[in-house]
Nanobody, 115 residues
């Protein structure tokens, strides 16, 4: 059974930082690409960042230079370090992976950027 459990969301002021974590189970984590997506109210879910099994990374233009995705294969965990947060970063953030021909999602963690 594949499970993705996100944590680390919260309320932060503009310019602040948060680190999200996603603990994975039920997959060979080191062999899986992992991704972070987000969905703001009234908007479609969008890609934030991805990391391949080899550690290559890809970012949405809107977060380049501010967010960093990383992985710890020993802990089966992927992280999203978010710096210089903006109001428009407010969203529910989801962890994602593909396994057994299916897409799996976590339950999401709320990030609210507000003064």
């Amino acid at each position: 059974q594949v499970q993705l459990v996100e944590s680390g969301g919260g309320l932060v002021q503009p310019g602040g930082s948060l680190r999200l974590s996603c603990a994975a189970s039920g997959i060979i984590f080191s062999s899986n690409a992992m991704g972070w997506y987000r969905q703001a109210p009234g908007k479609e879910r969008e890609l934030v960042a991805t990391t391949t099994s080899g550690g290559s990374t890809n970012y949405a233009d809107s977060v380049k230079g501010r967010f960093t995705i990383s992985r710890d294969n020993a802990k089966n965990t992927v992280y999203l370090q978010m710096n210089s947060l903006k109001l428009e970063d407010t969203a529910v953030y989801y962890c994602n992976t593909q396994a057994y021909g299916l897409a799996f999602w976590g339950q999401g963690t709320q990030v609210t950027v507000s003064s």
